[in-house]
């Protein structure tokens, strides 16, 4: 095992999708097993006591590769150093609402968190913002961290492309290991659009296999576009389990590498590839190599598709303009 740990800070860590990342984190699904890591969790104060309890039950785990917990509710402290920031901290939507209805919320969280991991993140920082509305929290936080590679804030819309992969093989009667190159383009709202038109299926084109378009647009889309509001109804809270693993599939294929004759979807700051406008963090579909991403280029935007990508762009563009009459960025 290597001796310095990474530092790894996560925010919300009293919440419900920390209760299920920071056990995943700590046992190696992150790093792997030959990395310690160094925890350090961001919390408001009245949640730190709640927070002491899940470190209590960190320590009873006894975790081989988890070196060290820190916890508090500053910011500056808690970043200090960090590697990798997992922005998870921030007000869940409730039955009824759209995520869109948490800008004001939640959007000023990350204003003080983007200038915090400005001045004291690692030289190498990587940020994965998980906490909704998510695009344009990534955005909010690297509009305020002007000091930090534009490249280095994400946001999850893994948990999406998760999501259309389970439909993908329960609908064509495959596995998830058969399936390849699907991709989430734009928010993470129910503009979302899940494009299975560069997918395989066991090495055959996905529409293809499928061949049945009212299910791609009445069952297929919809689904995947409304399934958090799904959990909500059904649970009574947000999906919290599968938005942990979600976050840690996406940092550590960022981290770690995206697999050969595959992409994945995450949220990048837009080149203006495809079509999507310069500066807006919207999902695109990427290759992902030592910590680097790209948006994979040249593929055929039918016009099925380029109707749904363009709308998704356009209320990213409207939440964009939104946080900027807020003050929220420059
Ligand atoms: P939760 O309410 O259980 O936990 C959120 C935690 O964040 C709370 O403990 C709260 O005290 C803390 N928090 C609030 N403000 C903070 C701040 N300024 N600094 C640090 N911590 C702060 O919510 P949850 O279910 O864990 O969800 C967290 C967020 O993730 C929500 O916004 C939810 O909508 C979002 N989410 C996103 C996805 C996705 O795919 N992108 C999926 C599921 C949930
Ligand atoms: C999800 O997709 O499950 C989360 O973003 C929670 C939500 O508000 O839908």
Redesign the pocket.
């Known amino acids: 095992m290597s001796t310095t740990p990474v530092k790894v800070a996560v ?9 299920s990342l920071l056990f995943r984190i700590a046992s190696g699904a992150l790093l792997g097993p030959d990395t310690p890591v160094e925890l350090r969790l ?3 104060t ?2 730190l006591k ?2 002491e309890g899940v470190v209590m039950e960190l320590d009873d785990c006894a975790f081989p590769t988890l070196a060290k917990v820190e916890i508090g ?1 500053d ?1 500056n402290t808690i970043f200090d150093g960090a590697n990798v920031a997992l922005l ?6 409730t039955k009824g609402m759209e ?1 869109g209805d ?1 800008l004001e919320a ?1 959007g000023a ?1 990350f204003t ?2 983007g200038k915090a991991l400005n001045d004291h993140a690692a030289d190498d920082i990587r940020v994965t ?6 695009n344009t929290n990534a955005l909010i936080a690297k509009s305020n961290a002007p000091d930090i590679p534009a490249e280095r804030f994400s ?6 492309h998760n999501r259309a992969l389970a439909q993908l093989a329960k609908k064509t009667g495959t596995s998830v290991n058969d399936l390849k190159k699907l991709t989430i383009w734009g928010n ?1 709202s129910a503009t979302q659009y899940p494009d299975i038109f560069h997918a395989e299926v066991a090495g055959k084109n996905a529409a293809e296999v499928v061949n049945d378009q009212t299910w791609l647009e009445n069952d297929f889309i919809p689904t995947v576009q409304k399934r ?1 509001a799904a959990i909500i109804e059904a649970r009574g ?4 389990a ?2 942990a693993a ?2 840690i599939d996406h940092t550590r294929d960022w981290l770690r590498g995206s697999a050969d004759g595959d992409w994945l979807s995450m949220a990048v700051v837009s080149d203006g590839s495809y079509g999507v406008p310069e500066g807006l963090i919207s999902s695109f579909p990427v290759i992902t190599k030592d910590g680097n991403w790209e948006i994979v280029q040249g593929l055929e935007i039918n016009d099925f598709s380029r109707g749904r990508i363009d709308a998704s762009a356009a209320e990213l563009a409207e939440e964009r303009d939104a946080v900027q009459q807020l003050g929220l960025i420059g």
């Not at 913002?129 to 998510?134: D, E, Y």
């Not at 946001?155 to 999406?160: E, K, M, S």
């Open positions: 925010t919300g860590a009293a919440g419900q999708i920390g209760y961001l919390e408001i009245p949640a709640a927070l509710d910011p998870v901290g921030a007000r869940p939507r995520r948490l939640n969280i003080g968190q913002v998980t906490g909704n509305p998510a946001a999850l819309t893994r948990l999406d993470h958090g809270a947000s999906s919290a599968s938005a979600a976050t």
